[in-house]
């Protein structure tokens, strides 16, 4: 399939069933830092529980409802990006991240986030991308600023997370917005 580079040895790429074994293995490497925020890290346990959290990802793309891709560097898989719900219909899908500690800082999630944001509005038409972080999550906070996206509000604790009620802000991004940044850019390079 596909591998797109992001650059210092950095590759985007879909991630599929049978990468099973290396999902597992990332979220091993990271499993207190990747659940300190989101609930991958528990329901990717085991090996059946990533082929099975892969597989829903399969069955999403095939139903045309989301996606999910692999982050590797140097040839490992450190971190994925995924549509975590896509509605072609009303233009609106929700994207998310998640990464393990060793690869952060690097801005492999944001370089990512706008080769799959460019796609999801210039190719497929999305209207909205939606970006769901818990409050505590300043990291993931940072990324959705940085691909300028816009602060919408709080859902106070609204949900349990390993038995704590957690907030999460929702940030959004709208196609104009998108190809207004691009132009910009794009009259700057100029």
Request: net charge neutral; aromatic share 8%; charged share 25%.
């Amino acid at each position: 399939m596909y591998a797109i580079s992001l650059g210092d040895g950095a590759e985007l790429r879909p991630l599929e069933v049978w990468h099973a074994a290396e999902l597992l293995a990332n979220i091993d490497r990271g499993r207190e830092f990747i659940g300190r925020h989101i609930g991958l890290a528990d329901v990717v346990s085991d090996l059946e529980g990533a082929r099975g959290w892969l597989k829903s990802y399969a069955d999403k793309r095939g139903a045309d409802a989301g996606s999910v891709h692999g982050i590797w560097l140097d040839g490992k898989l450190v971190g994925g990006l995924l549509f975590r719900v896509w509605d072609t219909p009303s233009g609106v899908c929700e994207a998310g991240c998640w990464l393990e500690p060793d690869a952060a800082g690097r801005g492999l999630v944001t370089r990512g986030m706008r080769v799959l944001l460019d796609w999801a509005f210039e190719q497929r038409g999305m209207h909205r991308v939606e970006w769901y972080a818990s409050s505590a999550n300043e990291p993931s906070i940072n990324v959705a600023r940085r691909l300028g996206m816009t602060r919408e509000g709080v859902l106070r604790e609204n949900h349990p997370h390993r038995g704590v009620r957690a907030s999460t802000e929702i940030w959004a991004l709208l196609r104009p917005e998108w190809r207004a940044a691009h132009a910009r850019t794009a009259h700057s390079d100029h």
